[in-house]
């Protein structure tokens, strides 16, 4: 193995173990505290959690967890994020969905709770600023997944900013390259050439085109990421803020020092 190798090796082992921690933080007995919980369908995995002050948030982040389509990893570990986005001043939709039945649970899902959430707002006593000052943002997974949602959207609507956080981007590369190891191709549950419409019914390279105007597109990737390879981003059709020497994790990390990038990404 060569020096590289194994300085890439141990970073992906600390990064594993940072991931291991966040959740670690998010399943915590406390950690839902400023958070209350609301379910927009019948299954169990279909809730979300909102952080923050609805009266005096500055702006809502709706917030789409990554963790590659794999029924293991639900929302814990985005949850610290999500609190740490409720401390600078906004408030923080955070999504669970079901990864159990891949395509297109996840899709359907995200589609379900996004609109539940823009609709429950003012119900929830969502000041006006935070209403419509809206940001949709997902982590690799969750970058895949409203990415696709934005390109099913019609041009009639609110502005929005549309914020991808390493996100896949290539569903029919992942299959064929095999990344992931074969995480997409689960999800997916058949190959490109034996159901095209599946893939073309979420691919997010594929679909790029339809996302509408109002959707202010800005892709943010670290240049160390050794799970979703920023080439992806960098050769994706949309604007790209590169997080330099942030790897996966640091991008919902808010003890990384990348993080207030991420939040200045979200707003800006």
């Known amino acids: 193995m060569s020096a590289g190798d194994d300085t890439t090796s141990t970073r992906s082992m600390r990064q594993d173990e940072r991931f291991a921690a966040l959740g670690a933080a998010g399943s915590a007995p406390d950690s839902t505290r400023t958070a ?15 952080y923050g002050d609805p009266g005096t948030a500055s702006a809502t ?28 001043g906004l408030l923080c939709v955070l999504i669970e969905y079901r990864r159990l039945g891949g395509q297109p649970n996840c899709s359907d899902d995200v589609t379900a709770a ?20 809206l940001i949709v943002t997902g982590h690799s997974a969750g ?7 934005a390109s099913h959207l019609g041009e009639n609507g609110p502005e929005f900013r549309l914020r991808p956080l390493a996100p896949i981007t290539d569903l029919f590369r992942e299959v064929e390259d095999g990344l992931g190891e074969g995480a997409v191709l689960d999800y997916m549950g058949t190959r490109p050439e034996q159901d095209l419409t599946r893939y073309l019914r979420e691919d997010p390279r594929s679909r790029v085109l339809l996302i509408p105007a109002r959707a202010d597109l800005l892709i943010l990737h670290g240049d160390r990421d050794q799970t979703v390879d920023i080439g992806f981003s960098r050769t994706f059709p949309a604007r790209l803020t590169i997080a330099e020497g942030a790897d996966h994790a640091d991008l919902v990390d808010p003890a990384s020092s990348s ?9 800006g």
Request: proline share 6%.
């Open 36 to 50: 209350f919980r609301r379910d927009y369908g019948t299954d169990p995995d279909q809730f979300l959690e909102v």
């Open 61 to 88: 982040v709706i917030l789409v967890h990554g963790g590659y389509f794999r029924p293991r990893t639900g929302l814990a570990h985005a949850r610290p994020m999500a609190a740490a986005l409720a401390e600078a």
């Open 114 to 133: 996004i609109a539940f959430a823009c609709e429950s707002l003012p119900g929830w006593g969502v000041n006006d600023r935070a209403r419509q000052d």
């Open 143 to 149: 970058g895949c997944l409203v990415l696709a949602w």
């Open 259 to 267: 993080f207030p990038l991420v939040v200045e990404t979200l707003l």
